[in-house]
């Protein structure tokens, strides 16, 4: 082509979305949000089938502390936390807690007989319970 000549023009490739394809995928968002709820329906009908009473009350208390963790985190955010001392040992106390509730429930569930053989579920308590007491024993003197 010379310099001063003009080629041809591109021509425009338009898609079109038909609303067959959007109905379709609306369809499949659709279908996959009701697999969620039945998978979710499922997990909790599980749970509450299989679970044995001992370890759902655990479960309340681990949600327990998770709210007042976050009450005590909030509480510092919006109000202040000049008592520092007072925050960090609170919120050490709930984390900790968690944890120690956590280590009893893994050791006190029926399925985990196999890794726990030589731990009694009273042992298991015992255990719990010292620690509770020798956690709280330094989240108290540390308060001041």
């Known amino acids: 082509m010379p310099s001063g000549a003009v080629g041809p023009t591109p021509t425009k490739h338009t898609s079109s979305t038909s609303t067959s ?10 279908k996959n949000s009701t697999d969620a709820q039945q998978i979710l329906q499922s997990v909790w009908q599980n749970y509450l089938d299989k679970t044995p009473q001992r370890t759902k009350l655990l479960d309340v208390f681990l949600g327990f502390l998770v709210v007042v963790a976050g009450l005590q985190f909030v509480y510092c955010v919006i109000v202040g936390n000049y008592p520092f001392n007072a925050f ?6 709930t984390v900790g807690q968690f944890v120690l509730t956590c280590s009893l429930r893994m050791q006190t569930n029926p399925e ?3 890794e726990f053989e030589s731990i009694s579920n009273e042992r298991a308590f015992a255990d719990f319970v010292f620690g509770s007491l020798l956690l709280h024993f330094f989240c108290v003197n540390f308060i001041n």
Do not use: I, P
């Open 21 to 30: 394809s959007t109905s379709a995928l609306g369809q499949k968002n659709l």
């Open 88 to 93: 960090l040992s609170g919120f050490s106390a």
């Open 112 to 114: 985990n007989k196999t």
